[in-house]
């Protein structure tokens, strides 16, 4: 009678990465899913490495309502305030919005291309959309954010960065430098840099606080 043939172990394997439970398919499970149909591809082969901060409200400082959400989705009323006319057939969008209270937003894969930064350079590196996730703070430029919105933006943050590594960080007035103005003086680079922990060339010289 042949021997037996010895059940093998399974052997563990060290290619696997951790799970990555939180995403999926450049979704994050921690944000409220809108999905706009304002995206398009990444070139091939590009990932994003770079996050641009930009605060909108609509209208201007006026915040809590839905019409955010219904701008990226197409769907804003242009008739229901006058400062909206000037946004009929406007196609944009962001990945994340996050509100006053911390709470987000995702409306478009992070593997995708948002439309959010325009004409736009980091670094020397032109067309920003191309590598970078859009996040709009629920705010007015120039104006102070929420504590609640730090918190959620550092999250974010390094839930796209992955664990253990960092990406680098700008405001939409530093790759859009003379034609925009978004987050503005409100903005507490200080604060983001110290909460995030991450080397100060991620961020753009000018927040950066002298050592
Ligand atoms: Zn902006």
């Given amino acids: 009678?042949?021997?037996p043939?010895?059940?093998?172990?399974p052997i563990p394997s060290v290619a696997t990465p951790e799970p990555q439970t939180d995403w999926h398919d450049g979704w994050w499970a921690r944000a409220r899913h809108c999905p706009s149909p304002n995206f398009g591809p990444r070139p091939a082969g590009v990932e994003p490495s770079l996050a641009i901060v930009h605060s909108i409200s609509l209208p201007p400082g006026v915040y809590g309502g839905d019409?955010?959400?219904?701008?990226?989705?197409?769907?804003l009323d242009v008739s229901a305030h006058p400062y909206f006319a000037a946004l009929r057939d406007v196609s944009v969008s962001a990945h994340f919005f996050i509100r006053r209270d911390g709470h987000c937003i995702q409306?478009?894969?992070c593997r995708k291309r948002a439309w959010h930064a325009g004409g736009s350079a980091w670094r020397g590196?032109?067309?920003?959309?191309?590598?970078?996730v859009g996040i709009e703070l629920e705010g007015l430029e120039g104006e102070p954010f929420d504590?609640?919105?730090?918190?959620?933006?550092?999250?974010?943050l390094q839930a796209v960065a992955g664990q253990g590594r960092c990406l680098e960080v700008a405001g939409h007035e530093h790759v859009s430098a003379g034609r925009k103005a978004d987050p503005?003086?409100?903005f507490e680079w200080v604060q983001l840099i110290a909460r995030l922990g991450w080397p100060h060339q991620c961020f753009p010289e000018a927040v950066v606080a002298p050592d």
């Avoid at 590196?125 to 970078?132: A, E, G, I, T």
């Avoid at 504590?147 to 974010?156: F, K």
Wanted: glycine content about 4%.
């Fill in 107 to 109: 409306f478009v894969s």
């Fill in 125 to 132: 590196r032109p067309n920003c959309n191309d590598y970078s």
């Fill in 5 to 9: 043939i010895p059940m093998l172990m």
């Fill in 1 to 3: 009678m042949p021997k």
């Fill in 67 to 75: 019409e955010v959400e219904r701008f990226f989705l197409n769907q």
């Fill in 147 to 156: 504590a609640a919105q730090y918190t959620a933006l550092c999250e974010l």
């Fill in 184 to 186: 503005g003086a409100g």
